[in-house]
């Protein structure tokens, strides 16, 4: 089954803990995106790739890396976690690019810093 | 911020009914994309709209682009209770950076 697995999906931690959430697809995209969501601001890009070893922000990076150092995998790191990244977060891909093809999402990984 | 926004914020119909919502967004694009989320899980892709398209049909759904007035609406007709969604439009400019809307919450009452 194509599909996008995100673990976890639920995460509780404290400031300053580093974690990572991972991201797998199994459709060979080249595509591949972090985005989060808070209440009244829809989602937000943070990052994303287009091909192994290409990244570029999205338009909230700060506090945040990312690495595709496989086509399937792309991990989003959270080298010192902070209050204000707690939010729903989701990784997405897509075949070639995002600007003529469909992003496929994962289920989501909702994270609490306290 | 690039972000577009989507009104209404909140779209209220009795099954049946039609329902549209609408979106507006800031920059240039190379497409417009509505995607619908089930309570907090995943979006899902609905409809893509190329920048030199007016409109494009898939089932129930019609959607609509005047990249004059930068904005795009989204029809469903004969509304389902099934509907009951989040939707968001999502504009692609360049270097392949994803702006989504603040969505409309639907819900279509049985």
């Known amino acids: 089954e194509a599909q996008v697995t995100q673990n976890p999906r639920y995460l509780i931690t404290v400031t300053g803990k580093k974690l990572t959430v991972t991201c797998s697809q199994n459709?060979?995209?080249?595509?591949m995106s972090w985005y989060r969501q808070d209440p009244g601001l829809g989602l937000r890009q943070i990052y994303y790739?287009?091909?192994?070893?290409?990244?570029d922000k999205g338009d909230v990076p700060e506090g945040y890396k990312v690495s595709r150092k496989e086509k399937r995998n792309f991990p989003l790191i959270l080298e010192s976690p902070s209050p204000n990244q707690t939010s729903l977060y989701f990784c997405?891909?897509?075949?070639?690019?995002?600007?003529?093809?469909?992003?496929?999402f994962g289920d989501g990984t909702r994270l609490s810093i306290l | 911020s690039q972000q577009g926004e989507e009104d209404p914020q909140a779209l209220s119909i009795q099954e049946g009914e039609n329902a549209t919502m609408n979106c507006s967004y800031k920059?240039?694009?190379?497409?417009l994309q509505w995607y619908r989320q089930n309570s907090g899980r995943g979006l899902v892709h609905l409809i893509l709209?190329?920048?030199?398209?007016r409109e494009k049909h898939s089932g129930r759904l019609r959607v609509t682009l005047d990249t004059s007035k930068k904005s795009s609406s989204l029809l469903i007709t004969a509304s389902r209770a099934a509907d009951t969604a989040s939707y968001f439009c999502?504009?692609?400019?360049?270097?392949?950076?994803?702006?989504f809307g603040t969505g409309t919450k639907l819900q279509v009452i049985p």
């Open positions: 997405a891909s897509a075949y070639g690019g995002a600007s003529n093809q469909p992003q496929h």
């Open positions: 459709m060979n995209h080249e595509y």
């Open positions: 790739s287009m091909n192994v070893e290409v990244t």
């Open positions: 920059t240039s694009i190379n497409n």
């Open positions: 709209i190329r920048s030199n398209e």
């Open positions: 999502a504009t692609t400019g360049g270097y392949q950076k994803v702006t």
